[in-house]
């Protein structure tokens, strides 16, 4: 009798464990938030920015079939993109990579491009090259920005918001 009290006593105390466990593991991960990439639409991010952040004129989505004419992106790469058009270089353009090494490669392409318009509106309009310099351009995980507003602080604050 003491025998089957004893094993009982620690058959309870195995189930008792196990369903700690189990437990523990359906919570929340509290540390994953420093490890874990957010995941971002860039359709809703660039829309919340064209919304939200005072720009020159009325922006106008870009076909993704013309990012080549603007941007040499990495395979696979997605995302967005709002231009003013004409003589300003105002534009929220939001892409989403594979991973963060094509990221990165979308990052330097897109640095390029701003200095190739620095440059392209560096004789007519010296303005424009002004706002080009302050430009916003941040890389975060398999994400990259870029933001050309005169409210350049509010648009960094929506962008920021949104990682």
């Not at 989403?96 to 094509?102: F, H, Q, R, Y």
């Not at 509106?121 to 424009?128: L, T």
């Amino acid at each position: 009798m003491k025998n089957k009290k004893n094993l009982f006593v620690v058959l309870m105390v195995i189930v008792i464990f196990a369903g700690m466990l189990v437990i523990a593991g359906c919570g929340e991960d509290n540390n994953s938030g420093d490890n874990k990439e957010k995941t971002i639409d860039p359709a809703t991010l660039a829309a919340d920015v064209v919304k939200n952040v005072k720009f020159e004129v009325e922006m106008t989505q870009i076909d993704s079939a013309y990012f080549d004419v603007y941007y040499t992106l990495a395979e696979g790469t997605n995302g967005v993109s709002y231009k003013a058009g004409g003589k300003l270089s105002d534009e929220i353009t939001v892409f989403a990579a594979t991973d963060e090494a094509n990221a990165k490669k979308d990052f330097e392409s897109l640095k390029k491009y701003v200095d190739e318009r620095k440059a392209t509106f560096a004789d007519y309009a010296p303005a424009e090259v002004q706002k080009l310099e302050k430009s916003y351009l941040i890389q975060k995980g398999k994400y990259v920005v870029l933001c050309v507003t005169n409210d350049i602080e509010n648009a960094k604050t929506i962008i920021d918001k949104a990682f």
